[in-house]
C-alpha cells in the first residue's frame, strides 16, 4: 500500500487543534485496512518527523434519514500519532 493511499486526510478540529498545541498529537483519517505499523511509516515519510505513539480507533458509520429513507454514513478509521518533542507538523 502507497503512503498516500494509507493517509487519507487530516482531520483539523478543534479538539484536534487543542491536542497538537499541548500533547503534540496529530489526527488523520486512515485507510481502514492499514495497521500501526505502516501508518507510523507513513507519517514518518510523508511529514518528516519521528513518531512515538500511535493510536488507531474503528469510527462507526451513523444513521441518517433523507425523506422516508434511512441511510447510513460511511464508517472509516482514525489515528492519533504522537510526535517527539522537537517536531511538529506545519499543517496544523
Do not use: C
Amino acid at each position: 500500500m502507497d503512503d498516500y493511499n494509507i493517509i487519507i486526510k487530516p482531520l483539523v478540529t478543534e479538539q484536534g487543534m487543542h491536542f497538537a498545541n499541548t500533547k503534540n498529537a496529530y489526527s488523520f483519517e486512515v485507510n481502514k485496512k492499514a495497521n500501526k505499523v505502516q501508518i507510523r511509516g507513513a507519517v514518518e515519510r510523508l511529514y518528516s518527523v519521528k513518531v512515538t505513539d500511535v493510536r488507531t480507533a474503528n469510527i462507526k458509520g451513523k444513521p441518517r434519514r433523507r425523506g422516508r429513507t434511512m441511510g447510513m454514513t460511511k464508517s472509516w478509521k482514525k489515528a492519533v500519532v504522537v510526535l517527539g518533542e522537537d517536531y511538529h507538523i506545519d499543517l496544523f
